[in-house]
């Protein structure tokens, strides 16, 4: 355990809580998915240390904070600040905001890096921290090591030189963020429109008749976000709240990307998602005849640290969920018929099988990444540029990254850098690209083709006990053959998948893909089954190797 990464697929998560002085709060984290302001004191201090090592000049490097407002996340923020201090950073604080917040501040001030204090869509209960470069791109398992080595070498120091002491020179003036943001969202507008060649009066085009229900999931956005939208002639209603929990019975980080109800399942059942609720309500207010036509955009859901957005279609009977991997095809082909080429997509190994043929269709190029927005970005941004990999264009670039889950990697300008553009995932971005994308594809707008697609989590798992190659690996190779056939199906590498068993190959004419790996932010180990055929389910087969990993990695 010694020596072993702290950060995840997306930074550092676990349980908030206090650790006492003689427990070991790295192995809190390891072992019990606890974090404590005594591990974001040592964090801060790592990253800090790294940052100045790697740093080019002798000036003390910038390091932008912000957060969302999970209970308990001011001392978890004060603590990381008085680490990055200790190790020789200025702090510049900007405020609750949502992660592409921070990031716009990052590239906004110059900052050397960046740190979010969150748990993106995790509970409230939850808090962690993302790392961002100068650039905006989030850190890598490489950085990550370096900072990881740092922390547990921490620990074998003496009291004496375990001591902090911030310096409160190093901290600059508080500046505001979300300001700063919401300003980046209307400079955003100008860019859609200019990319798709399209009127701003078009955003409404793909809306029901009864406006947009959003869903901020009680996160920075949730008291602006629609009224800006309303205020630009798009009839909109906020439907979570600052009231409760963040993420709490809402948001899109309780949606699968798979997810349908008829009308019938809206009416009848008792739901306890805010948006569902919502919906039913107006559909209860219309005798429950809809009041809307297949294919308009009845809501959207982000998630609590706004850097993902799923959408809620209305079908011939009933309402679907729109996920990540139909929103970037979307994009890219609304960017295709305003006469952009060179078209490029990455995404996922979660995606449907069926989404590279669809984009190839279209001279769409794929990249298949491991799990995370960030080896998205990494496929798509430039290997030449020695400064930084910027990327260079006087137009908006045709690429997008994505995962099912509604994470989209769109590229975003920089501020005042004139044909500089960063990469970032930010929800109330996509949401606004896609009502263009929808407004200027109208009836030429094709539905991806779906495969079949299974997604089991095996919760409170003990995830050292799986790592894609020990001998319980060797039993679901062997289950899968028993089930499917000998032969029929091969292991697949993927870079930035430590812990991944994939399983790829052809079952007669059907493309079948199953992948086991453990959750990089929570006590979970998933398995993913897809086929390339809808009516080809395996369901049973998916069923048995979760059931084998809950008798072998639950205690």
Known sequence: MVGQRLHGTDGIRGLITESSDSENPI??????????????????????????????????????????????????????????????????????LPTPGLHHCLLLLEADAGMMVTASHNPATDSGVKLFDKNGYKSMPQLEDLISSRAWNYLTQTPAE???????????????????????????????????????????????????????????????????????????????????????????????????????????????????????????????????SEGQLIGAALDGDGDRCLLIEATKTGIKIVDGDQMAFDWLHAMKKSGHSQL?????????????????????????????????SDSLRPRSDSNGQIIYSENMPPICGCEDSGHLVMPTPYPAKPSHWALTGDGAATLLAQLFARAKLGKNRVNVARGWKARVGVKDTDRTLWDGCNELSKEVEQLVSQELGVGLLHREDIVGESSLLLLSGKVGEVNVSIG????????????????????????????KIAELLRLNLIH
């Open 27 to 96: 192995e809190k984290l390891i072992l019990q998915r606890e974090i404590s302001p005594a591990l974001m004191q040592i964090i801060g201090f790592a990253t800090g240390s790294v940052i100045i090592e790697q740093k080019t000049d002798r000036d003390p490097p910038i390091v932008v904070i912000g957060w969302d407002r999970r209970s308990g996340n001011d001392k978890l923020v004060a603590s990381l600040q008085a680490g990055l201090q200790e190790a020789g950073c200025v702090i510049q604080l900007v405020g609750e």
């Open 516 to 543: 086991i790996r453990n959750s990089g932010t929570e006590a979970k180990t998933s398995v993913t089954t897809r086929t390339s055929d809808a009516k080809f389910e395996l369901s049973q087969l998916t069923n």
């Open 162 to 292: 375990q001591s902090f002491q911030a310096k409160a020179s190093q901290e600059l003036p508080l500046f505001d963020g979300l300001k700063a943001y919401r300003r980046h969202l209307k400079t955003w507008l100008g860019v859609l429109c200019t990319t798709l060649d399209i009127d701003m009066d078009s955003m409404g085009d793909s809306i029901s008749p009864q406006g947009l229900i959003l869903d901020c999931s009680g996160g920075a956005s949730t008291d602006w976000f629609s009224f800006g939208l309303a205020r630009r002639g798009l009839e909109c209603d906020e439907v979570s709240n600052r009231e409760q929990p963040i993420n709490h019975n809402c948001g899109a980080g309780e949606f699968s990307s798979t997810d349908s109800w008829s009308i019938a399942e809206i009416l009848e059942t008792e739901h306890e998602h805010m948006l569902l609720i919502e919906i039913a309500q107006r559909l209860k207010e219309n005798d429950g005849m809809t009041p809307w």
């Open 344 to 376: 490029k997509l990455a995404h996922s190994i979660e995606s449907d099988l069926c989404l590279p043929a669809t984009c190839s269709s279209l001279g769409i190029e794929t990249i298949q990444t491991a799990i995370g927005d960030r080896w998205l």
